[in-house]
T-cell receptor, first 114, second 109 residues
């Protein structure tokens, strides 16, 4: 039972480079989200998806793109990396019932932009 | 924008002591969750509270949801070194969580 799998675990980019952070879940969850975690700021929502083909912006979407072609995968694309995007990125998936909104998180991708 | 404020930001205590972490907001949340995160890992859910005034216990951890559903607390009794970690409160739906900044807990043996 893999849960939520993120790759890569670590990445160093030069300013201006682009890359895709991968996220896959095997729990058949409809909801998937991307967060970034910075010291002293908790986790902030970047983009989210409520199902295949449907995505929307979160609190800090600038500089990032997402797509959701399948239920399982939700990649996050950095278009032109900037030092301000140095952070730890977490992908999460969830199955929502009226009273159960548990989110399952991947292990994170630590990104450094130099 | 809904905001969650956690206090304290950092807590360093001796094994066996009790502690309380607070999570406060000016907004009403349909539910609040508490997560625990260890270094190099993603957050893991501890509990979800959904009813105002609700109290949930998980071994030595007691979680409370305020009557007005704007605040929550986490109380740990007789803390152990294994309790060390980052504790996060979060509100909102499963795919659009709003997180507090977190409380770093260090329990020394």
């Amino acid at each position: 039972n893999a849960g939520v799998t993120q790759t890569p675990k670590f990445q160093v980019l030069k300013t201006g480079q682009s890359m895709t952070l991968q996220c896959a879940q095997d729990m058949n969850h409809e909801y998937m989200s991307w967060y970034r975690q910075d010291p002293g700021m908790g986790l902030r929502l970047i983009h989210y998806s409520v199902g295949a083909g449907i995505t929307d912006q979160g609190e800090v979407p600038n500089g990032y793109n997402v797509s959701r072609s399948t239920t399982e995968d939700f990649p996050l694309r950095l278009l032109s990396a900037a030092p301000s995007q140095t952070s730890v990125y977490f992908c999460a998936s969830s199955y929502m019932t009226p009273k159960n909104t548990e989110a399952f998180f991947g292990q994170g991708t630590r990104l450094t932009v130099v | 924008t809904q905001l969650l404020e956690q206090s304290p930001q950092f807590l360093s205590i001796q094994e066996g002591e009790n502690l309380t972490v607070y999570c406060n907001s000016s907004s009403v949340f349909s539910s609040l969750q508490w997560y625990r995160q260890e270094p190099g890992e993603g957050p893991v859910l501890l509990v979800t509270v959904v009813t105002g005034g609700e109290v949930k216990k998980l071994k030595r951890l007691t979680f409370q949801f305020g009557d007005a559903r704007k605040d929550s607390s986490l109380h740990i009794t007789a803390a152990q070194p294994g309790d060390t970690g980052l504790y996060l409160c979060a509100g909102g739906g499963g795919n659009k969580l709003v997180f507090g900044a977190g409380t770093i807990l260090r329990v020394k043996s």
